[in-house]
């Protein structure tokens, strides 16, 4: 074994949070780890939305390159940012246990425009999902792009005419930002394995995988896969309006999945639920039955619109 596991993360407070997290959890079985500060495209525009930006792996591309080249040893991300189909060379080593799924609106006064259908909210998010699913709720709404790491985009919250801001509940819970006043938007179906931090190794580096394996927590890591799989099989990306979640509780898991048009206007979902032993395959299945039932239309007028 290595003497020291190198940790590549993100600049952002949060990637450093979950990088540090990893490191403490390695400290528990006395790996011994250092973390390593690398730069990634997505940090360094934050003008250009996502969906223009290509943004399938924008937040991951420098840390697998790093990898790759034997500069770090492990990469930590957030689950919901990792393309679902992983560059050659790479392997997914461990899930860590999950945080708060949800998302959170951020309001800067207070939440009266959610019951005034008069007033035109004016809220923000670079999140295509987020966008979809609060038009089709609020389609008076007016919905404005806001990018950078969680203490930016707060911090523009405030500068901006914006009545509020949507963000990861899991995001900034783990960094002690969640301001007083947000609220928990229930209704809002999450992006597959938010609230989920993933830790990738280099497939060929048996005793660093080894070192990881011992923090995966085998639920977390089945739920996200289905949520995963569901979206791999729509052919998606953090870059669609696709969302996924799957709750094991007694021996079963409940699966909700959605694929919305940009605008909001469109909506299918689907609803499923099987014992853990023949969930496998339930995202996959999931897809296959969304699709078939009205989802090919909304995810092939999605391709078009954003190729």
Known sequence: MKNIIRIGTRESQLAVWQATEVKNLLA????????????????????????????????????????????IDVAVHSMKDVPTQ???????????????????????????????????ANIATCSLRRKAQWLNRFPHHQIHNLRGNVNTRLKKLEEENWDAAIFAQAGLQRIGLRPKNSVIIDWMLPAPAQGAIMIACRENDNDTIEACNNLDHASTARCTRIERDFLRTLLGGCSTPISALAIEKNNNIVFKGSILS????????????????????????????????????????????VS
């Open 262 to 305: 940009l605008d909001g206007s469109k909506k299918v979902e689907i609803e499923k639920s099987t014992a853990v032993e023949n969930a496998a395959e339930l995202g996959k299945i999931s897809a296959k039955e969304l699709l078939a039932n009205g989802g090919k239309a909304i995810a092939e007028e999605i391709r078009h619109a």
């Open 86 to 120: 992983l560059p050659k060379g790479v392997i997914q080593a461990a899930v860590l246990q999950r945080g708060s799924v949800h998302d959170l609106l951020v309001f800067k006064h207070n939440t009266g425009f959610l019951s005034n259908e008069a007033y035109i």
């Open 28 to 71: 528990q079985y006395n790996y011994p780890a250092e973390l390593v500060y690398i730069r990634s495209e997505g940090d360094l525009d934050l003008k250009t939305p996502l969906y223009e930006m290509g943004a399938q792996g924008i937040f991951t591309r420098s840390l697998d390159a790093a990898l790759l080249s034997d500069r």
